[in-house]
């Protein structure tokens, strides 16, 4: 049996794949590009039909973060154009919010930025959180706030908090290249305090920043091993003033492989296509639909995504169908894990699971709202000129867009 066939009866049983497995998937070639996406596919399949669930960022804290991260268009020292704003007031992330919820989104995640939230941080969190509950009981909400103290995870459980969002982004190996103002142990204890409080905890990576295979896979089985029930994909968008500015490492048939590899090692559990997937699938964004089973709706948080219609087009005309809030997420087996996990921690015992949010930063998929129009070009401009004169297969890193639009601007949002 090939090794395709074999990942994918591994799949179909939801079992995982051995690392040599895991590490032969992203040394495919492109002429086998295809059917180790329809091997994918049948597993995505399996466990999550034709159903694409929506997920819709609200960036509560823009810029003014303390920590070093090197993806991070919001990190200390940062000279990207974005727009810096502090905490949102209730009732505007509630309007941000309700955008996204209109245009389908089944979950709301409320990002902020910072190494961590203060417990008046928490208190901002609670009373946003209510106002969005109040418009819509039913929306899912994720937080996102950093590295958490101790019973701030239980707090924000007890407002009405489903989820707690706090990627790994890297392999331990390689962790301490890419920030230097806290741990990749500081990120798992987050992560654990997340299941301990009975919260789904959503953690994903951040590929493209140079890593090697290996870390690749061994950062996907570490987030297996931590039991996240959503494990967002980030593709490293390379913003102008970061120290990854010039790191244009991935192809759309990388990031294929690269999801495809997810997969494979997660195969019950939802797998989100999250920042940076306009910028580097481009025209192949509906190939990536039969391996993923989530995206975000419309922007992140300091980039611009597709035009939320033209999301919602692509998943219509890829033959997928947006998951209905009444509808489920995970598989049965999953789902009664993650219920057990939360009665446990309600009777005293641990909790566990995951689901949710996105990458940079403290946490999701970085790009960050830019000032209002001016008179002089932004670096986004001012690469879209230089390319113009370059070589049609050169990276096309004309296409990273400042966002200026939705919370924190007067423009709405684009859902």
């Known amino acids: 049996m090939d090794l395709l066939d074999t990942l994918t009866a591994k799949g179909l049983r939801g079992e995982v794949p051995t690392r040599e497995e ?17 091997a994918a ?43 810096k704003y502090t905490w949102l007031k209730p009732d505007q992330a509630a309007d941000a919010a309700r955008a996204g919820v209109a245009g389908g989104a089944k979950r709301v995640c409320l990002v902020a930025s910072g190494r961590g939230p203060t417990d008046r941080d928490i208190d901002r969190v609670t009373d946003t959180m209510a106002a969005i509950k109040d418009a819509d009981p039913e929306v899912e909400i994720c937080v996102c706030l950093g590295l958490l103290s101790d019973n701030q995870a239980e707090r924000l459980k007890a407002a009405g908090a489903d989820a707690y969002n706090h990627n790994l982004n890297t392999s331990e190996g390689t962790y301490g290249t890419i920030t230097k103002t806290h741990t990749y142990a500081d990120r798992v204890d987050t992560v654990q305090k997340a299941h301990g409080a009975g919260l789904s905890a959503c953690s994903g990576l951040i590929a493209g920043m140079g890593e090697s295979d290996e870390d690749l896979v061994d950062v996907v089985f570490a987030l297996r091993e931590l039991g996240s029930d959503s494990v967002p994909v980030n593709f490293l968008i390379p913003f102008e003033g970061t120290p990854l500015a010039k790191e244009w490492n991935l192809t759309p048939q990388r990031c294929l492989r690269i999801l495809a590899m997810v997969r494979f090692v997660n195969p019950d559990t939802e797998v989100r296509i999250a920042g940076g997937r306009e ?68 009777s005293g015992g641990c909790g566990s699971a995951a689901s949710a949010c996105g990458s ?3 946490c999701g998929p970085c790009g960050g709202h830019a000032h209002g129009p001016s008179s002089s070009a932004s670096p986004a401009e001012e690469a879209a000129e230089d390319a113009a004169d370059a070589p049609d297969d050169e990276l096309r890193s004309d296409l990273v867009k400042v966002r200026r639009r939705g919370a924190g601007t007067e423009l709405a949002p684009n859902a």
């Open 22 to 38: 895991a590490l032969a998937v992203l040394a495919t070639t492109d002429d086998e590009l295809l059917d180790v996406v329809a």
């Open 41 to 83: 596919g049948k597993v995505r399949r399996r466990w999550f039909g034709r159903r694409v669930k929506l997920n819709y960022l609200v960036n509560l804290k823009s810029g003014l973060c303390p920590e070093d991260c090197s993806y991070c268009s919001q990190r200390l020292g940062s000279k990207a154009e974005i727009l």
């Open 279 to 346: 910028v580097h699938l481009r025209s192949m964004q509906p190939l990536g639909l039969h391996i993923a089973n989530s995206i975000f709706l419309g922007d992140y948080l300091t980039s611009e995504g597709q035009a939320g219609q033209t999301d919602l087009d692509m998943i219509k005309d890829a033959g997928f169908e947006v998951e209905g809030a009444g509808e489920a997420t995970l598989p049965r087996h999953r789902a009664d894990v993650a219920e057990a996990a939360q009665a446990g921690h309600a």
């Open 360 to 362: 940079g930063g403290g």
